[in-house]
């Protein structure tokens, strides 16, 4: 099991940083994430479809690196969440992968909702 979570950090012109904290099994790691508005606004969107179709794939992309996280609905409302922690340009940089139900992603779509009020 896994968990993820987003901070709001401050936001720059049309672009919310914030940070995001994966812990996947026996790892975790940080990293700061940013998004322009419209991209998280579009994001919050296709994952309350998706949380409400039990279907589907989505990929939020960090705006400055190759940071990014992917959801993917699994078989009997399972959600398969991956990606990267930080940039390869990093020296340290952590690829994830962990399954959940899908009551996460409704967390996950709550918490992006505060940032994009934020």
Known sequence: MGCITFEYQYMVDEYIVFNKTIVSGEFSGSSTFCLSKDSLKEAILSLDEMNSRLSGTYQ???Y???????????????????GQVGGT???QYLVYEFSTD???LGE??????HLSNS
């Open 102 to 104: 899908q009551t996460l």
């Open 89 to 91: 340009h990093n020296r």
């Open 64 to 82: 400055d690196s190759n940071d990014f996280v992917l959801f993917e609905f699994l078989k009997h409302g399972h959600v398969k969440i991956s």
């Open 60 to 62: 939020i992309n960090d």
């Open 108 to 113: 996950v779509i709550l918490s992006l909702s």
